[in-house]
């Protein structure tokens, strides 16, 4: 097992789309969230499948961009 970040693509506020992570699982391609910028939605994707571990912004969190948002675990087969 290896852990991964998922960074947001541009700075903005953040906004997860997860409340509840337990035993949540993600595929390459969902949405862990959104950053907010200039009132436009911009979506955070995961650039791998695994276990969502935690997010590491908050809530209406003002992040920069390639700033880590989420990390999770893959599997060593990615």
């Keep these: 097992m ?3 970040l ?3 693509p541009l ?3 953040f906004f997860p789309a997860y409340t509840e992570l337990r ?5 390459v391609g969902d949405e862990v969230g959104v950053v907010v910028r ?4 911009h979506p955070v994707h995961s650039p791998f499948t695994g276990e969502l ?3 590491l912004a908050a809530t209406g969190e ?3 961009a390639y700033q880590p948002v989420a990390w999770l ?3 060593d087969d990615r």
């Design 2 to 4: 290896e852990e991964r």
């Design 6 to 8: 998922v960074i947001s």
């Design 11 to 13: 700075c903005g506020v």
């Design 23 to 27: 035993d949540t699982t993600v595929v």
């Design 38 to 41: 200039n009132g436009e939605k």
């Design 53 to 55: 571990l935690g997010l």
């Design 62 to 64: 003002r992040v920069r």
């Design 73 to 75: 675990t893959t599997s």
